[in-house]
């Protein structure tokens, strides 16, 4: 099974913390729960720490359970490589530009996660990457609040409190600082990857 370092398990869990007491935060008006799994679907880039995680999270499961979900990263994989060959060598994101990635990601935005069960839970919850344990909470850019994604429009968006932002921003140092160790003497190779590959063993990047 791939080990994940305490570090990375700690920033997890203070992530999963700083969550609920954002949540709290804005009242109520949070309408994320299980079965809301519209920040589900859609591609998006996971680190290598993610990865060792996802990976823990499939050893956990059935046997039949976690082939499901690798057959569905696969497929998913080999659509994204009929269109963008490049991952056939490589499937690292290093040296692809944030457009390209963005292109990638509205291109294939419909594709669900590979651990998506059909009554909209995750079947890795435990174990999933930092950005899903993050999501939902209202974003605020140029000091507009909006709601973090469709669902959330539909009900007021209450601004989270500075001191949590704050603490948002030391998450990421954290995750980045953590990042850097796992990688040791080669940063910058091999962070990040889309997420179904973070479902197969013998594509992604591994943990020192």
């Known amino acids: 099974m791939t080990v994940l370092p305490d570090g990375p398990r700690r920033l997890m869990a203070r992530c999963d913390h700083w969550f609920e007491r954002a949540k709290a935060s804005v009242l109520g008006n949070l309408p994320c729960r299980r079965g809301c799994s ?25 046997p039949s359970v976690r082939l499901a979900i690798e057959s569905i990263a696969r497929r998913q994989a080999e659509v994204f490589e009929a269109i963008f060959p490049r991952l056939n060598k490589d499937v690292a994101l290093d040296r692809w530009s944030d457009r390209e990635v963005d292109g990638l990601v509205e291109r294939f935005r419909d594709l669900p996660c590979p651990a998506l069960a059909e009554d909209g839970s995750c079947r890795v919850y435990a174990f999933r990457p930092v ?29 989270v409190p500075l001191v949590l932002r704050q603490e948002e921003q030391r998450l990421a140092e954290q995750e980045r600082a953590e990042l850097e160790a796992c990688l ?9 990857v889309l997420l179904p590959y973070g479902f197969l063993p013998d594509r992604s990047p591994r943990t020192r």
């Open 131 to 159: 950005t899903c344990r993050m999501m939902g909470i209202p974003v605020e850019a140029d000091g507009l609040v909006a709601g973090a994604c469709e669902v959330q429009t539909a009900v007021p968006i209450q601004r």
């Open 184 to 192: 040791g003497s080669t940063p910058g190779r091999g962070e990040e």
């Open 38 to 62: 519209r920040c589900c679907i859609g591609p998006f880039a996971i680190t290598r720490l993610d990865v060792a995680a996802l990976q823990r999270g499939l050893a956990s499961l059935a």
